[in-house]
Antibody
Framework: QVQLVQSGAEVKKPGASVKVSCKAS????????INWVRQATGQGLEWMGW????????GYAQKFQGRVTITRNTSISTAYMELSSLRSEDTAVYYC????????????WGQGTLVTVSS | DIQMTQSPSSVSASVGDRVTITCRAS??????LAWYQQKPGKAPKLLIY???SLQSGVPSRFSGSGSGTDFTLTISSLQPEDFATYYC?????????FGQGTKLEIK
C-alpha cells in the first residue's frame, strides 16, 4: 500500500534551517510529484511547493521563494523539504503529499512533522 | 493566484442531519475542485475530486457539486465519525490553494 513516512519533530532556533524527509513506499517514486503543505496550529492548509522526482524540477509558492528547497534521493525513494532563515511564524506541522496529476489532487499524505521555532 | 473562500467557517449539527458546505473560487476553475476531511492530529484525507467524483473508499453519504466558481460539499446523514474540519482545494492552476476550512461540530 502507498505510504509516505516523514521524519520526526524538530525544534529550531530563529535563523536556523530545518530539513524534513518524506520516504515513499508502495508505488514507483518517480511517477508522481511530491508536494509540501504546512499547517500552523489551529490554522488552515498552506501549499509550499512541488517537485517532480523523475526530473528534479521544482516550483515554489511565492511566499517561500528563496527560503525553501525541495530535493530528492531516488535511490531511497525519499523527498526532502528544507526551510531556511526560520522565524517563529514557521512553527507548524509540515506535510508531504503525493500529487495525482490527472485530477490535480493530493491523494496520499505523510503523517506530518512538527517544526517548532523558538529561542 | 486563485483565492478559495469557504462558508460557513464552522457549523454545528446533530447525528443524522444533512449538512452543506460551500466553497467559492475567485475565478472560474471549471470542475477542478477537491474536498478533504481532516481530523485533529491527522493528515487531510481526500474525499472528492473533479468537484463531484467520490474517492475510492469514501462513503456515499458524501457528495459534491458545482462548477465554475461555486461548489458545495454535502453530507446526507451525519455520522459520529464525520465531525471534522473540511477543506476545499482548487486544482485548476498552481499554487493549488485551499479554502480556510469549515469545522463541523456536534450540536
Amino acid at each position: 500500500q502507498v505510504q509516505l513516512v516523514q521524519s520526526g519533530a524538530e525544534v529550531k532556533k530563529p535563523g536556523a534551517s530545518v530539513k524534513v524527509s518524506c520516504k515513499a513506499s508502495g508505488y514507483t517514486f518517480t511517477s508522481y510529484d511530491i508536494n509540501w503543505v504546512r499547517q500552523a496550529t489551529g490554522q488552515g492548509l498552506e501549499w509550499m511547493g512541488w517537485m517532480n522526482p523523475n526530473s528534479g524540477n521544482t516550483g515554489y509558492a511565492q511566499k517561500f521563494q528563496g527560503r525553501v528547497t525541495i530535493t530528492r534521493n531516488t535511490s531511497i525513494s525519499t523527498a526532502y523539504m528544507e526551510l531556511s532563515s526560520l522565524r517563529s511564524e514557521d512553527t507548524a506541522v509540515y506535510y508531504c503529499a503525493r500529487y495525482y496529476d490527472p485530477r490535480g489532487t493530493f491523494d496520499y499524505w505523510g503523517q506530518g512533522t512538527l517544526v517548532t521555532v523558538s529561542s | 493566484d486563485i483565492q478559495m473562500t469557504q462558508s460557513p467557517s464552522s457549523v454545528s449539527a446533530s447525528v443524522g442531519d444533512r449538512v452543506t458546505i460551500t466553497c467559492r473560487a475567485s475565478q472560474g476553475i471549471s470542475s477542478w475542485l477537491a474536498w478533504y476531511q481532516q481530523k485533529p492530529g491527522k493528515a487531510p484525507k481526500l474525499l472528492i475530486y473533479a468537484a463531484s467524483s467520490l474517492q475510492s473508499g469514501v462513503p456515499s453519504r458524501f457528495s459534491g457539486s458545482g462548477s465554475g466558481t461555486d461548489f458545495t460539499l454535502t453530507i446526507s446523514s451525519l455520522q459520529p465519525e464525520d465531525f471534522a474540519t473540511y477543506y476545499c482545494q482548487q486544482a485548476n492552476s498552481f499554487p493549488h490553494s485551499f479554502g480556510q476550512g469549515t469545522k463541523l461540530e456536534i450540536k
